[in-house]
């Protein structure tokens, strides 16, 4: 038996492993049985004791696959095929049932369907549905060889049972279907899970590029009304160029002419600001009609005649502000602001050069008076507010105070027609005018005769415009004591034959002096004639009482009614002693009776004249207006109210000696203004004259007397 196994064991191991090694050496088997190998795998030799035999599948079928009943193809024909003989074109065969299986719904690669999509219940649901429609073929590749099985009941059948063991590293059938179609499920999955991104995405660019069209197409849209928009500015400007270019080649244009250009200016701007508001404030439109306004200013400031060129500065002025009043409707202050920075700037540019020239060369100050005020007073509004200033300061004060000095009462033109017509324009301005006007005015006074009417029209339109104690300077020092003489001398109270002219010249004063004064005047003056005359009328043995009563009438009438009708005032205290008088007489059985009653009345009105009733009413005007808790200062303040300033003190030393008393314009000192005083310069501060002296060839101030000042201003 031991014999026998031996010479089993030597053949076998003699024997080579595979009949093709006899081509070779047989090294292969010979290192095999150096290992161990005696011709079964495995610790145990329970391993296969075959080889895999080769088959020739169909393509594109895996291993495992199908039962394929393929021939077998022995190692040896197999290689010597290959290196002998040539590859026979492969027939058409007619498939198998593998292949079949392998075409149908197995594991041969199909085109991707996008719609083809479900989960893993749905997927299990439709296979079990397709195998119960078709028959059942299970491949089961755990064993040693492939088999299909075809029945369920087949699975536990003892002819492969016993080969197989249910352990992990063979799972029961159905595991490795159920992970495959996992795998699938997955794979599908993930194709279905990245087209629905890919959708998505190509959803969100849909979107995207379909707004993006909109907001080009809107922008396209908007570009188009803005060419346009361009387009028609650029039209008007060209009308405005053209409107330029037709004033400056038409100079002689009439006022029609002025206000056409103006209102088609006007319009053509609205229009400009209708097509694009903002486009219009961007690109500063108002300051680019400038040229056009100029054109039409320097056309006004070309004509000679000052009438027209005040009625058409007026039309501008108006048509401009029509401009400005449009934009401000519209809720557009920063356009109504340019629009008078561009009429300011055309006034500046084109008209005050030559207004200037005008009034500093070629204007002598008293002609044409009214069209140059009215000309000056349309460039306070066409000005900023520090040219027109500049303007007055430097052209229009100066020639006014040349044209005051210069002026005497022959030249056939008034002070107050010179002057007044500036005052709405120049204010407080003029006031540097105002002691050479009341010096000029007081000479008048001086050297004139009161029956002359032309003095109080003289004086009469300064009340109000020179201040109270300038104008009581005036009236005291000139007016009343000539009236005063005038009375006495010309006022004659005849009954028989009364001319009334004289107090008529008299009472026209009354427009000038305040009432206290023409009161105190008639009293003091007049009134004392009237008793008087009275008495000796009445001191006859039988006088005629109605011609006494038209007589009284007749004067009663002739005083203003304002000093008759108050009780308070000397006249009208005057008018009742008359009818006392008349009464007493009356009363009285002979006329030296008479005379001895009306003694006392005399002798009182002898005493009484203007200037004491003037005194008298001071005094007791200050007594009611001091004030009851200082008694003691009624002295100084009687000197107080009765001197005059230092400046009033000087306009009298330069009215008694024929001094200039003006100012010097733009030029002060410590901010005190200077003054020329006959051949000086002068500056006076706290009530102290300052002279300037030259000393050593240098100019210093000197405080002076008055008198010291005389003489150094001869």
């Keep these: 038996m031991s014999s026998s196994g031996n010479t089993n064991d030597n053949a076998n191991a003699a024997a080579p492993l595979a ?87 197995g594991w041969k690669r199909q085109k991707y369907q996008k719609n083809q999509t479900a989960d893993i219940d749905e997927y299990l649901s439709m296979l079990a549905t397709e195998s119960s429609a078709k028959p059942l073929k299970i491949i089961d590749m755990r064993g040693q060889q492939i088999k299909i099985i075809t029945d369920a009941s087949e699975l536990r059948s003892d002819d492969w049972d016993d080969d197989v063991d249910d352990t992990p590293d063979n799972p029961p059938i159905g595991a490795e279907l159920l992970f495959n179609l996992s795998k699938i499920f997955d794979n599908e999955k993930s194709k279905y899970t990245t087209a629905a991104k890919r959708a998505e995405e ?9 707004e993006d069209m909109k907001s080009y197409q809107a922008k396209k849209a908007a570009d188009t009304r803005q060419v346009r928009r361009y387009q028609a500015m650029l039209d008007t400007l060209q009308e405005l160029n053209s409107l330029a270019q037709t004033i400056s080649a038409s100079p002689s244009l009439s006022l029609d002419g002025i206000l056409a250009a103006m209102g088609e200016l006007r319009l053509l701007i609205e229009s400009l600001y209708r097509v694009d508001p903002l486009e219009f404030k961007a690109l500063g439109f108002t300051k680019a009609v400038s040229s056009v306004l100029i054109s039409l200013v320097e056309t006004v400031a070309s004509r000679s005649d000052l009438q027209q060129q ?53 204007w002598n100050g008293s002609e044409h008076i009214e069209a140059v005020v009215a000309i000056t007073t349309m460039l306070q509004a066409s000005l900023l507010p520090g040219a027109f200033k500049q303007l007055l300061d430097e052209y229009v004060l100066p020639k006014l105070v040349a ?28 006031q540097p005018t105002y002691p050479e006007v009341r010096r000029k005015l007081a000479h008048v006074l001086r050297t004139g005769k009161l029956s002359n009417p032309v003095l109080v029209q003289c004086l009469r339109p300064w009340t109000g415009i020179f201040d109270q104690g300038s104008m009581d ?52 003056e007049l009134f004392p004639k009237l008793i008087n005359v009275l008495i000796t009328w009445l001191s006859q043995d039988d006088p005629d009482y109605s011609e006494v009563s038209v007589w009284y009438s007749g004067w009663k009438s002739v005083f203003p009614a304002d000093l008759v009708e108050q009780e308070k005032l000397l006249t009208s205290k005057a008018l009742a002693l008359l009818l006392d008088i008349m009464q007493s007489r009356l009363l009285s059985d002979t006329a030296g009776d008479f005379t ?38 009624t002295a100084n303040a009687t000197a107080t109210n009765a001197a005059s300033s230092l400046k009033e003190v000087l306009e009298l030393l330069a009215e008694q000696h024929g001094f200039i008393f003006a100012p010097k314009f733009g030029k002060s000192v410590q901010g005190k203004p200077i003054w020329e005083f006959g051949h000086s310069q002068i500056y006076f501060s706290n009530d102290i004259v300052y002279v300037m002296r030259k000393r050593s060839e240098r100019a210093e101030w000197t405080a002076v007397s008055l008198s010291d000042l005389i003489d150094l201003s001869r």
């Design 19 to 105: 009949t093709w090694e006899k081509h070779t050496k047989g090294i292969g088997s010979k290192l095999l049985q150096k290992f161990g190998f005696t011709g079964r795998l495995g610790a145990n030799q329970t391993g296969i004791a075959k080889a895999i035999e080769v088959y020739v599948r169909p393509a594109n079928v895996g291993l495992g696959f199908g039962d394929i009943d393929a021939p077998k193809v022995n190692e040896e024909n197999h290689i010597l095929g290959n290196l002998e003989t040539k590859k026979e074109p492969t027939k058409k065969k007619k498939k198998r049932e593998l292949e079949e299986a392998a075409d149908g719904q």
């Design 202 to 210: 190509e959803r969100k660019l849909h979107l995207s590029l379909k």
């Design 310 to 362: 005040a009625q058409w500065l007026k039309a501008i002025h108006s048509n401009w502000n029509l401009l400005v009043n449009y934009f401000s409707i519209h809720d557009e202050s920063s356009l109504a602001s340019d629009c008078k920075v561009s009429y300011h700037h055309a006034f500046d540019m084109a008209f005050l050069p030559y207004w200037r020239q005008f009034v500093s060369t070629l």
């Design 403 to 430: 044209v005051v000095q210069a002026w005497s009462d022959h030249t056939g033109v008034s002070l107050h027609g010179l002057l007044l017509p500036w005052l709405p324009l120049l204010k407080e301005a003029l």
């Design 473 to 524: 300077n005036l009236l005291s020092r000139i007016v009343l004591p000539k009236l005063v003489d005038y009375i006495r001398e010309d006022v004659i109270v005849n009954p028989a034959n009364q001319e009334i002219e004289p107090l008529n010249h008299v009472l026209a004063w009354h427009a000038v002096l305040p009432s206290w004064q023409l009161d105190c005047l008639l009293a003091g």
């Design 596 to 633: 001895t009653k009306v003694a006392p009345i005399v002798q009182t009105m002898q005493r009484n004249n203007y200037y004491a009733l003037a005194k008298e009413h001071l005094d007791m005007d200050y007594r009611e207006r001091a004030p009851p808790s200082a008694p003691g200062n």
